[in-house]
């Protein structure tokens, strides 16, 4: 049933011996005697994460992953150091607690936040025009490895880290530090993306920054790829804005300066967010082109009462 789900995801048995995806069995113990076998005891598994103890009855343990299809998780050099789990298909509703996907909670081998999904593979496909892509889950990252994007890589269960931003700029090229980051194109993906700028801001520094691609609302890069194809997937990718870009937009939007006191206060957050980049120069840059953009936006603009707002002139115009 596992293989049948992964091939009815179009994955091939090569994409599938690549990221060496497995399958958890339903019994509780299996993998407890397994490895007692292999001669590890429980408080080396407990560690290690794979197994825990019971809550219900006391002394007993049980496997952490059960009926799930797992996918290893590797550490930079390449070693396996955690796993993720999807539930079986069909079983989403028979325990609506259980969450479709969960991964190991952090160990000595494995700290959640300081790791992405294929960071060891992906490293060595990064170039000026291929950079990190990063997205949300596993089958993202499988399907564009799948489709040719051999840059992909994705958090591990949570939002982008400001250590998970450090890693892909310390392990990309110089010349490609600019990942791009995908969300979905609804209100949710807009919140994802404004908190990943706000994380990422204050370690800007020359030549570290990160573009942002927004997909059709209700699509994720899986779903995209498999349906659309590569090509489609590239014009987002092409049409990423540099974060930026982003920051004006977003604070435009919320103060769109239709008088001056919105406009001082559009100017007021621009600037104040440009002031929690800690790199001296690089804000300073920021200040400089926000205040030409700011400029430029409103230079040959009228001030004109908004539209539907019941205001009339109190002069006739002679």
Not at 32 to 56: C, D, F, N, W
Not at 151 to 174: C, D, F, I, R, Y
Request: a positive charge; glycine letters at 6%.
């Amino acid at each position: 049933a596992a293989m049948a789900y992964l091939t009815g995801r179009d994955l091939t048995q090569e994409t599938i011996k690549h990221f060496r995806l497995g399958f958890a069995p339903s019994d509780g113990q299996a993998l407890r005697l397994h490895l007692e076998k292999a001669g590890y005891s429980q408080p080396e598994m407990i560690e290690a994460g794979v197994i825990r103890p019971s809550t219900r009855k006391p002394g007993e343990t049980y496997s952490f992953f059960r009926d799930r299809i797992i996918f290893p998780v590797k550490d930079l050099r390449g070693r396996i150091v955690a796993f993720g789990g999807r539930i079986m298909p069909g079983q989403d509703t028979g325990n609506k607690k259980a969450p479709k996907y969960i991964n190991s909670s952090d160990t000595p081998l494995f700290h959640k936040g300081q790791i992405l999904y294929n960071l060891s593979d992906a490293r060595r496909a990064v170039e000026t025009d291929k950079p990190f892509i990063v997205v949300e889950g596993y089958m993202d990252v499988i399907a564009l490895h799948q489709a040719g994007y051999r840059t992909a890589v994705a958090p591990l269960g949570t939002a982008m880290t400001e250590s998970q931003v450090e890693v892909l700029w310390k392990t990309a090229p110089q010349e490609a530090r600019i990942p791009i980051l995908c969300f979905d194109g609804d209100n949710a993906g807009r919140r994802a993306a404004s908190r990943a700028m706000a994380r990422i801001m204050p370690l800007l520094r020359p030549d570290h920054s990160a573009r942002f691609a927004f997909l059709p609302e209700g699509e994720d890069p899986d779903s995209l790829v498999s349906k659309k194809g590569r090509a489609e997937f590239d014009k987002f990718l092409t049409a990423s804005a540099y974060l930026s870009h982003l920051l004006w937009e977003e604070e435009l939007v919320q103060r769109p300066g239709m008088t001056p006191e919105d406009r001082a206060g559009l100017k007021n957050a621009l600037f104040t967010r440009a002031r929690t980049i800690e790199d001296k120069d690089v804000q300073e840059e920021y200040m400089r082109m926000l205040s030409a953009r700011f400029h430029d936006h409103f230079s040959n603009r009228r001030e004109k009462p908004q539209q539907n707002s019941g205001y009339k002139p109190f002069f006739k115009p002679q």
